[in-house]
């Protein structure tokens, strides 16, 4: 089984390269993500939401921390570069919490940042 660590910076590589089966390579098939934007969403509904309003992402990983008391769970924490469809570019710095079943596949996602420059920016895109 791979570690947290490289699950994690698998799927970033992947966000990153806007590649969907990648992405869900490293997800349990039923897992779901917590969005500000969606709420919660299943992960196979999630992302191609994501990857159709995209053009272009550019992910720098700063952190990748897991959980001190042994639990299922990590954090990523990277700064997000993002390109939308209508030419709109976003930066922000967000945190994802990740928990992960029994065969260290993410079973669910909780994206954390804060929204209010990025409506400010561009509005709501999932709209």
């Known amino acids: 089984m791979k570690s947290y660590e490289q699950t994690i910076k ?7 390269s806007s590649n ?5 390579a490293n997800f349990a098939s039923n897992a779901m993500v917590r969005s500000p934007f969606l709420g919660k969403i299943s992960a196979k509904e999630f992302f191609p939401k994501v990857l159709e309003s995209s ?3 550019d992910i720098t990983v700063f952190d990748i921390l897991t ?7 990590a954090v990523g924490y990277f700064n997000y570069d993002w390109t939308l469809k209508d030419g709109n570019k976003v930066t922000f710095d967000c945190a994802d919490i990740f928990e992960f079943d029994a065969d260290g596949r ?17 509005g709501d895109k999932f709209q």
């Open 10 to 16: 698998e799927y970033m590589r992947a966000l990153d």
């Open 20 to 24: 969907l089966e990648e992405i869900l």
């Open 55 to 57: 053009i272009a992402a």
């Open 67 to 73: 959980s001190v008391d042994r639990k299922q769970r």
């Open 106 to 122: 993410i079973a669910e996602m909780i994206i954390l940042y804060d929204t209010y420059p990025i409506r400010e920016q561009v």
